[in-house]
């Protein structure tokens, strides 16, 4: 079956560091792979997409590419902020997200000023 | 526009008893997801409609799990003789289908369930 792996955290960076959390996958074909965010208190956001091999998702200075040699979709950003703290969810879909989503367990970023 | 809606937002019950969940999707999202957040297992797929009927159900753990949809419209998840493991989040997802390229999911605040 679909598997999402990622690093859990928590990860503590400080303000203005560069962010990677790693998200590897496993599933047959095709996948749509995304990141979602859930920011304390408020629910699961969109955070970005690709659909397909060597497609970047990028979103408020948020970047991941889709790597299909490597199963992965790595999330990066060059300079974070204490506003980006907050859940990372790695997930994919085989029905470009019209089926259900597998999620990987997701990745705590804590910002410090 | 509203988003997705849920309600209660919140739920104590004792074990045994029988919750309903209640979700109202974005208006025209012909798409309708539940998944469950819980400390040990992360987020996991439940079901999705698409329209009315639920093309899969295998996410649901148990016999003890259900869920309707009525018009297209608001959905009901039904969690019978409650166990402790049953304590979580409960969310619900909506989307308009377009195509298979791609799809955004919407989710609701969820229904955070408590068995006592």
């Known amino acids: 079956g679909n598997s999402v792996t990622q690093m859990e955290g928590p990860v503590t960076l400080s303000e203005e560091a560069f962010l990677t959390i790693n998200c590897t996958y496993t599933?047959?074909?095709?996948?749509?792979l995304f990141w979602y965010v859930q920011y304390p208190g408020e629910g699961l956001q969109l955070l970005l997409k690709a659909t397909k091999a060597d497609d970047k998702g990028s979103n408020k200075g948020f970047e991941a590419t889709y790597r299909k040699e490597t199963t992965s979709f790595h999330l990066e950003k060059g300079s974070v902020q204490v506003s980006d703290s907050a859940v990372y969810f790695c997930a994919l879909s085989q029905g470009g997200g019209a089926d259900g989503l597998t999620f990987g367990k997701g990745t705590h970023l804590i910002i410090q000023p | 526009g509203a988003g997705v809606s849920q309600s209660p937002s919140n739920k104590v019950t004792e074990k045994g008893k029988d919750v309903e969940l209640r979700c109202d999707p974005i208006s025209g999202h012909t798409a309708l997801y539940w998944y469950r957040q819980s400390l040990g297992q992360g987020l996991e797929f439940l079901i999705y409609f698409q329209g009315n009927s639920a093309p899969d159900k295998s996410g649901l753990p148990s016999d003890r799990f259900s869920a309707e949809r009525t018009g297209g419209s608001v959905s009901t998840l039904t969690i019978q003789r409650t166990q402790q493991e049953d304590s979580a989040v409960y969310l619900c997802?909506?989307?308009?289908?377009?195509?298979?390229?791609?799809?955004?999911?919407?989710f609701g605040p969820g229904t955070r369930l408590t068995v006592l």
């Open positions: 599933a047959t074909g095709y996948p749509s």
């Open positions: 997802a909506s989307s308009l289908v377009r195509d298979r390229l791609y799809n955004e999911q919407f």
